[in-house]
Structure formats: C-alpha cells, structure tokens
C-alpha cells in the first residue's frame, strides 16, 4: 500500500482542516463539509475519494479508545532487529493480527538500540506479553533484544492538527 | 473478552466492530452504514454522538495521513522526572502540534507524537518542546511503515 504523492490544493486542504475534529454527526455530513468550504456535497465526496484512493486518507470511520474497550495492557514492543533482515521481518510483523502499528525507526547511539516497533494490544498483561512472544519467535535469530513499554496513562489524544493556515491564506 | 467496558450494549460493540474503516462516501452515509446494522439513520448518529462522549471513540471521521499532507509525524521521547511528570506533561500537551502523549513505564517515560504540517516545523516543535522543559527531547521519525490491517474487537 503505497502511498503516491499527489498535489492538494487549496480545497482539499479546507476539507483537511474543516474534519480534522471528525466528520459532523448530522445527515448529510460531507453537504455540511461542503457548506464550511465553499463548495458542493459532490465535489467533497469526489475530492475525498480520491484522496481516499492515494492514502492521504487512511480510512474513515471510527477511532476507538483502546482503554475503554478493555484493552488495558497497551504495548509498544522495541527490538533491536538485523538491518540486513528487518525490512522483510517488519512485513511479518505487521501482517501479525494483533499488530496495530509498526514502524522503522532510528537507533540513537548511547540512548536507544532498538529499531522495529510494533504496537501491541491486551485485555491483560499476559496476553500482550503472549503477543510479544509471538513477534520474537518470528524475528528468531535477526533480533538481538527487546522490550516492551506499556502505556500507563493516555496524557493526550487528539489526533492530527495540522496547521492549515498557509495554504488557506491566512 | 467482554470483563471490561460493561457500559458497551451488543448495539454498541456492533457498531465499533463494523465502522472502524470503510464508512462510505454518500449524501447519506450515516443512513447507508445503519442499514446493515439494523439501525435508523437518526439512532447510529445518536450512537456516534454517546460514544464520542463517553469517550469510548476518540474521533470518527476521516484519518488522514500527515507524510501525504506534505507534513510529517515524529515521535519523540523525554526521561521526565517523576516530581515534575504532571507539569511537563501540560507544557508538552500545550503544543497544537502534539497529536498524542503516552506515559510509559520505562527510563523514558513520556512518549509524544509531533505532527506538522512540514518536516521542519516538526523539528523545531520538538526543539521548542526540549527548550520549553529543560529536558532532551530524542526525536525517532519513521523511517518505514509496514503495512497491516488491524480491526480491534470491542
């Protein structure tokens, strides 16, 4: 799923700023889109499409509080996984059902050896540690370590706040 | 798997489990996504409404992606240290650009996302982060997503 780069101009960018708190819980939500924009229901719907389509949108739909649907043992797994080896065993993980996100990340030299994250998703602790299990079965000999850091506390959450002011002009 | 959220009625778990991605882009979305559910327009709109309340959803609508915006999204994180948790977590959370703040229990115990909308003004939020804290900011932008499709079960 690659993403292709693609021109938005100033339009889309009003629809990107105009849903960033969420799509409005009324009727005909993308005609009020389109109200706040300056345009109509049918150009949001095919503007949104295609952004949809080039994965400028990931998805639309609900965005759950892990929290609140019991899922308390939210991890995030590091490992410190064979550059050689670890674009291939990143897929592998990624494809792992209980894997939400999973990302290349740097290492800092001193600070930080790991770099493959893959977050993780458990009712309990030992179910998100079975999981971690699971994902180090699968790097096998690539890994040379891991850990795993559970959230303690959501100290923010609000998603993506883009600062959409320069190409709304003003 | 049901221990938790006993504030989630059969209605309710039907909804997160089937809207999580793919709501549809119609004039009447919401009443095109309440039919297979055996819902009315009027009551999942009303659902939607109570869930984002009770803070069960977060959001709902579209997720965009800030890499295609041309912005960008870095995680970052600080060793913060335990008597000044609280405050540097509201000098942190102060920043529109931070779009969520965790606290981990490791050595580095705060752990943020700073999306802007350009890498460098990602880059000086977190210098201004570490600026703001008197604390070092270490700055882990992604390097690759690997693809996956996860659908939590509510």
């Not at chain 1, 690659?2 to 819980?25: C, H, N, S, Y």
């Not at chain 1, 952004?51 to 759950?64: D, E, K, N, S, T």
């Not at chain 1, 790991?114 to 009712?123: C, E, K, R, S």
């Not at chain 2, 990602?122 to 210098?127: F, G, N, T």
Request: aromatic share 6%; hydrophobic share 50%.
């Amino acid at each position: 799923m690659m993403t292709q780069p693609i021109l938005l101009d100033a339009t889309d960018r009003a629809i990107v700023t105009a849903t960033q708190d969420g799509l409005p819980l009324v009727p005909d939500p993308y005609g009020a889109v389109a109200d706040r924009v300056g345009t109509t229901t049918e150009d949001v719907l095919a503007r949104m499409a295609r952004m949809l389509a080039a994965g400028v949108i990931r998805r639309i739909g609900a965005v759950p509080n892990h929290y609140r649907l019991g899922f308390r043992a939210n991890g995030m797994t590091v490992w410190d996984v064979d550059d050689a080896r670890v674009m291939a065993l990143g897929e592998a993980v990624g494809a792992l059902p209980f894997v939400s996100h999973c990302y290349l990340r740097p290492r800092l030299p001193e600070v930080w050896p790991y770099n493959l994250f893959a977050m993780v998703h458990g009712h309990d602790r030992d179910e998100a540690e079975a999981q971690a299990a699971e994902i180090r079965a699968l790097l096998g000999d690539a890994c040379r370590g891991g850990e795993i850091l559970y959230s303690t506390k959501i100290l923010k959450k609000t998603g993506l706040r883009l600062r959409m002011a320069s190409a709304l002009g003003g | 798997m049901t221990t938790a959220a006993p504030d989630l009625d059969r209605i309710d778990r039907a909804i997160i489990n089937a809207l999580q991605g793919g709501f549809p882009l119609c004039d009447r979305p919401y009443a095109a996504a309440a039919a297979p559910l055996g819902l009315s327009e009027a009551e999942l709109i009303e659902r939607l409404a109570s869930l984002r309340t009770r803070g069960v959803l977060t959001r709902f609508g579209p997720l965009w992606k800030p890499e295609a915006l041309g912005g960008e999204a870095v995680l970052a994180a600080m060793t913060v240290p335990a008597d000044r948790f609280d405050e540097v977590a509201g000098q942190v959370n102060a920043f529109p650009e931070v779009a969520h703040n965790y606290a981990r229990d490791h050595a580095l115990n705060m752990w943020f996302v700073v999306a802007a909308e350009t890498p460098e003004r990602a880059r000086a939020a977190c210098d201004e982060i570490a600026a703001a804290t008197g604390l070092a900011v270490l700055p882990l932008p992604k390097l690759h997503e690997f693809h996956l499709d996860l659908r939590l079960v509510a």
